[in-house]
C-alpha cells in the first residue's frame, strides 16, 4: 500500500503564495507520474497539474496555467506544487495522487492512490 503525505497548505491573502509537498513511500516512486487535484466545498474533486516520471512533462489545468508550478525530487520521493498569484478560487482541499502510468493524464480514474489531502485557503 503506497501512502502519501501532504503538507504545506494554510491560510494565505489573495496573491500570495504556498508551496505544497507530497511524500510519497512508494519504493518505485520514480516510476510513476504524480498529480495534484482539488476539491473545494459543494464541488467535485478536479485536476490542478501533474508531472511524468522524469519531471520532464508536465500538465495543467488552464485555471492556474502560470501562476503553478509542479515539480519533481525522485531522491526525496517527493512532488511539490508552488502556487503563486493565489486567488480566492484556488480554496479547496488539495490531493495529491499517484499515477498507474509513467506519463502525466488528466483523469482522475488513472491515479489509485492518493493523499488524505490538506487545506488551502485564500482570503480575499
Known amino acids: 500500500q503506497v501512502q502519501l503525505d501532504e503538507s504545506g497548505g494554510g491560510l494565505v491573502q489573495a496573491g500570495g503564495s504556498l508551496r505544497l509537498s507530497c511524500l510519497s513511500s512508494e519504493r518505485t516512486f520514480s516510476n510513476r507520474a504524480m498529480g495534484w487535484f482539488r476539491q473545494a466545498p459543494g464541488k467535485e474533486r478536479d485536476f490542478v497539474s501533474a508531472i511524468n516520471w522524469s519531471g520532464g512533462s508536465t500538465y495543467y489545468a488552464n485555471s492556474v496555467k502560470g501562476r503553478f508550478t509542479i515539480s519533481r525530487d525522485n531522491a526525496k520521493n517527493t512532488v511539490y506544487l508552488q502556487m503563486n498569484s493565489m486567488k480566492p478560487e484556488d480554496t479547496a482541499v488539495y490531493y495529491c495522487?499517484?499515477?498507474?502510468?509513467?506519463?502525466?493524464?488528466?483523469?482522475?480514474?488513472?491515479?489509485?492512490?492518493w493523499g488524505q489531502g490538506t487545506q488551502v485557503t485564500v482570503s480575499s
Open positions: 495522487a499517484v499515477s498507474k502510468y509513467l506519463r502525466p493524464t488528466y483523469n482522475s480514474n488513472d491515479y489509485p492512490y
